[in-house]
């Protein structure tokens, strides 16, 4: 017998709520953060170069700084990379707003430029377009743990001398070519927020093979300051400040749930996997209702599980959202886009209806739960709900 959707005077399907992202925390990490409070430190120590040290390894570059969150990475990204008044930062408007923070947040100009629907991420060929003298560098995003068109964005890169910041912070563990995404050029960006792939509370982290961008990174985060024991041999307490920098250091409490998170990386990638599988099957053939891109060239890990509904599926976007939330289903819509927020609009007068493919992918985009705690019965919930919608809109 076909059940009623909530929405449409029937039962929810669940009692309790199922959020589209969740962290997984285990006896083991509680118990590494426990340890780490009976250290000697619990500001930046040892465990957070021990944290670095690992990411590093995992992502196969030389360096890796830990901040305190993927926000702040992005600010201190964009300010090693010299981005600076006058400056224009290509960027996409379908990410979340601290994409743009890389050039805003150092007093350069956010350029958005339109994604490749297909990928919904930055098109390179509409990036090469955008490119002016004044362009510094580009920002793109890995939309859902997807890369984003890693060989064509560098090129143009390459052929204007530009700085590549990778917003990253949805594809830890994931991987393009054979190669960690997070290796690429110049620099990537991870966040380590509850409902990222891994985390540590809050908490970010720049990776980069270049030492000078990784010396600045490490200056920035701790207030522009280290020792200069060339010019004061004899005071070894002598720290010199050579800009102004910020605090954003993380502590080893933080590092302690990273590390015992890290130990969990292939299994948390497995459930995403699992979970992101099970529902392409359920949801091959809906009309209204794409699913998300197939990993192209990619072994991605799912972050999101971002879908585009259609009038054709017999309700709207809209329409779709509250029927799933009636039901205690927690989807998201990721995002919306940057230029439609009073911010960018205002500051650097962009307005709706510049960017059609954005705004048509937006127009349709729900993002499913997807997190490593989702059990069977949970998956089992959101697939009947969509094929009850889809029953109610059908019949
Ligand atoms: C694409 C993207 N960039 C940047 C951020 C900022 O990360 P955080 O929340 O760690 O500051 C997020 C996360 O919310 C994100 O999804």
Partial sequence: MSRTPAHYGGEPIRDEVLGYGSQSITDREKDAVVEALAGDYI??????DEFEERVAELVGVDHAVATTSGTTALQLAGDAAGFGPGDE????????VATAYAAT???ATPVFTDVDPHRRTLDPDAVREQVTEDTAGLVPMHYAGHPADIEGLLEVADEHDLTVIWDACHAFGGSWRGEAIGAQRDM???????????TTGEGGMVVT???????????????????DPDSHEDEPWYQVAEGPGYNYNVTDLQAALGLAQLDRLEEFKRRRDEV???YDEAFAEIDGFRTPPEPLESDPTYHLYAIEVDESFGCGRQEFVNAMHDENIGVQVHYVPLHFHPYFQEEFGYERGQFSATEDVYEGLVSLPLHAEMNDGDIDDVITA???LVRHHRE
Avoid: C, W
């Fill in 105 to 107: 947040h150092n007093d």
């Fill in 89 to 96: 930062v290509i960027t996409t408007p379908l990410t979340f």
């Fill in 188 to 198: 990537a960006v991870f966040s380590f927020h509850p409902v990222k792939n891994v």
């Fill in 276 to 278: 992101a599988e099970r």
């Fill in 209 to 227: 093979d270049d030492d000078e961008l990784a010396q600045r990174l490490r200056r920035l985060r701790s207030f522009d300051m280290d020792y």
């Fill in 386 to 388: 969509v094929r009850s």
């Fill in 43 to 48: 500001t930046r120590g040892p465990t957070v």
